[in-house]
């Protein structure tokens, strides 16, 4: 079973903790976006100051190779409405870094998809759900649906998904998709897409939204069934656990996060600002981080039911979810079925009113 964002093995995270070095770094360029997701871990904001310059983009990018990262990984925001997307892929292919980029697929057109192609960006389409209805709805935006398709269109005349040409799907799995998820899972499966469903972190919009929560029974059937579909259709054995289905997120060990405002956070989950690229280098941030260094050391960390569980040499929960529902980035994961009544107890203390 591969970790995190899809291709690291177990050794080159082990190799990669003992020497201190990143395997990669997740930035964003900007936090603009036109969707308006009801489950988006960026609060809603209508102004966006003092975001990063490309300058300062391309130096803590440059940090990062310097610390080892092999990889950047463009959030959001959305990265393909960036003014200067193509400046900034140009860069980092450049010096000769992996990109992978997360999008809802607004700006990529045929000329975009195929400058991605010639980059070799992996790339991350956000779809969750082949209704137009629910996927609009799930967006936030009426045309949501059509725009998706539009990209994926656009990426498949490109070239993708091939063997240089990684593509994959995000999906957030909630109540108005989890029905659905087992025929998109063998669609994507069929289409060589690979498939990156993941529980909602409870942060942000989603913990406003509670119409899209999915209880953590529910959750483990989901997942049970997908590793079925996957073991019987298609030859590929892994263990079920959250919160991605079929991967380990032990990212924490190899990489963190820089927002467009230049604020170094565990990941988008752990809403912590270790500090800020402006006042120090990206390794005195790390180095010197005691919530870095409480995380890779979590089998010594790690509270509660996650400490003791029989998975915890290779799993240590969604450390987002257990630091948004309970304020302790160590505490154990509460949507984790193994922890279904601690989930029951947070569900409950969190509960705010919802719409749909």
């Known amino acids: 079973m591969q970790i995190y964002n899809l291709e690291f093995t177990e050794q080159e995270i082990r190799e990669a903790v003992a020497a201190g070095r990143l395997l990669s770094m997740e930035i964003e360029f900007s936090r603009i976006c036109n969707f308006r997701c009801s489950y988006c871990y960026v609060p809603d904001q209508k102004e966006f100051k003092n975001e990063l310059s490309r300058e300062e983009i391309k130096d803590v990018i440059l940090q990062a190779r310097d610390l080892g990262a092999r990889k950047v990984i463009i959030l959001g925001g959305e990265p393909s409405i960036y003014p200067y997307l193509t400046e900034m892929l140009c860069f980092i292919d450049k010096e000769g870094l992996e990109i992978e980029m997360f999008t809802n697929g607004s700006g990529v057109d045929e000329n975009l ?28 935006k009426r045309g949501a649906f059509a725009t998706i398709n539009r990209a994926l269109a656009a990426l498949k005349k490109a070239g993708y998904p091939s063997a240089d040409l990684f593509l994959a799907i995000s999906t957030v799995i909630c109540r108005q998709n989890i029905k659905e998820l087992p025929a998109m ?73 820089v927002t467009a405002v230049g604020n170094v956070m565990p990941c988008v989950g752990v809403t912590i600002a270790l500090d800020n690229i402006r006042n120090k280098k990206l390794a005195h941030i790390l180095k010197h981080s005691e919530v ?15 400490h003791s ?10 450390r987002g979810a257990a630091y948004q529902l309970t304020g302790d980035y160590l505490a154990s994961d509460p949507t984790c079925w193994r922890n279904a009544a601690d989930a029951s107890t947070c569900a409950a203390n969190t509960k705010t009113t919802g719409a749909v």
């Open 292 to 306: 870095v260094n409480n995380l890779k050391n979590y089998r010594e960390t790690i509270k509660g039911e996650c």
């Open 309 to 318: 569980c029989e998975k915890a040499d290779e799993c240590y929960g969604c």
């Open 113 to 140: 998809a195929a400058l991605l192609a010639e980059k070799k960006v992996r790339v991350v389409l956000k779809l969750n759900s082949r209704n137009e209805m629910i996927q609009d709805q799930l967006a936030g």
């Open 185 to 257: 899972w063998r669609w994507l499966r069929e289409e060589n897409i690979e498939p990156y469903f993941e529980i909602i972190t409870p942060q942000a919009n989603a913990l406003k939204n509670t119409w899209l929560t999915v209880d953590s029974v529910e959750l483990r059937q989901l997942f049970l069934q997908l590793a079925e579909i996957d073991l019987e259709r298609f030859g590929r054995h892994w263990e079920p656990q959250p919160p991605l289905v079929g991967h380990k997120c032990m990212r924490h060990q190899v990489s963190c996060v």
